[in-house]
């Protein structure tokens, strides 16, 4: 599995249609300071379904969207497009390559797809668990992560060998599940306050 390719449009420092293809070997991304390296990694974190600003490094979502310059104006969304090779077919999918692809609106809709298929936030997280790659994996290593690697806490390094032992997806199932039970047992004792006032 590798990164094949980054599609991105309207988001951050990028405005117009980008097309970013990488090999199978190490890619290194130079560049000035101020001239959008960051908003790259960014970019793939966002597409791999991120939802906090602070890691996106803005205050609100809006501001992923391309915000216009004294020349430009600012665009009305931003769009996201990894391409990954699934030769190996880590991905429980059929095809050979796999496109996930997020949209954001300024009236703040948002939109996902998985192979141009319009799918939810939870499948593009369940697609990625237990991969490695997407918002909880370890594959981008950005300087708190390292300090979560090395922390002292075990519940932390835990969550990595989790992911990397590809059992996340049970831990959140099973997470899933506790939290309809605990609002079943909260329905039932509103219903047993309902009976006895009947009674
Ligand atoms: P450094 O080496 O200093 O870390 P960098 O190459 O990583 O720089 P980035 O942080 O990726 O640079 O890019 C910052 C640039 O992106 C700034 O010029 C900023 O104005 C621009 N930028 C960020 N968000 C937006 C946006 N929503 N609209 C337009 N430009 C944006």
């Known amino acids: 599995l590798y990164l094949k390719a980054l599609e991105i449009q309207g988001f951050k420092s990028f405005p117009d249609k980008t097309v970013l293809t990488f090999g199978s070997d190490i890619t290194a991304i130079v560049g000035?300071?101020?001239?959008?390296?960051?908003?790259?990694?960014?970019a793939i974190r966002w597409v791999m379904g991120?939802?906090?600003?602070r890691v996106l490094r803005g205050g609100k979502m809006e501001d992923v969207i391309f915000?216009?310059?004294?020349?430009?104006?600012?665009?009305?969304?931003?769009?996201?497009?990894?391409?990954?090779?699934?030769?190996?077919?880590?991905?429980?999918?059929?095809?050979s390559e796999v496109m996930v692809t997020r949209r954001y609106y300024r009236s703040g809709e948002s939109e996902y797809y998985i192979n141009r298929r319009s799918v939810r936030l939870k499948d593009v997280n369940e697609l990625f668990?237990?991969?490695?790659?997407?918002r909880e994996g370890y594959s981008i290593i950005g300087?708190?992560?390292?300090?979560?690697?090395?922390s002292v806490k075990s519940a932390d390094r835990r969550e990595i060998f989790e992911e990397a032992a590809g059992i996340s997806r049970f831990?959140?199932?099973?997470?899933e599940a506790e939290r309809k039970l605990e609002r079943?047992?909260?329905?039932?004792v509103r219903i047993n306050d309902k009976i006895s006032e009947l009674e």
């Open 143 to 150: 300087q708190g992560r390292i300090d979560e690697i090395l």
């Open 129 to 134: 668990m237990d991969t490695g790659l997407g």
């Open 184 to 188: 079943t047992d909260e329905n039932l």
């Open 50 to 53: 991120e939802q906090s600003t």
């Open 32 to 42: 000035p300071n101020g001239s959008g390296k960051s908003n790259i990694s960014d």
């Open 67 to 95: 915000g216009g310059t004294a020349k430009r104006k600012q665009t009305g969304y931003a769009e996201v497009s990894l391409v990954l090779d699934n030769t190996n077919h880590l991905f429980d999918m059929d095809e």
């Open 171 to 175: 831990r959140h199932r099973k997470e």
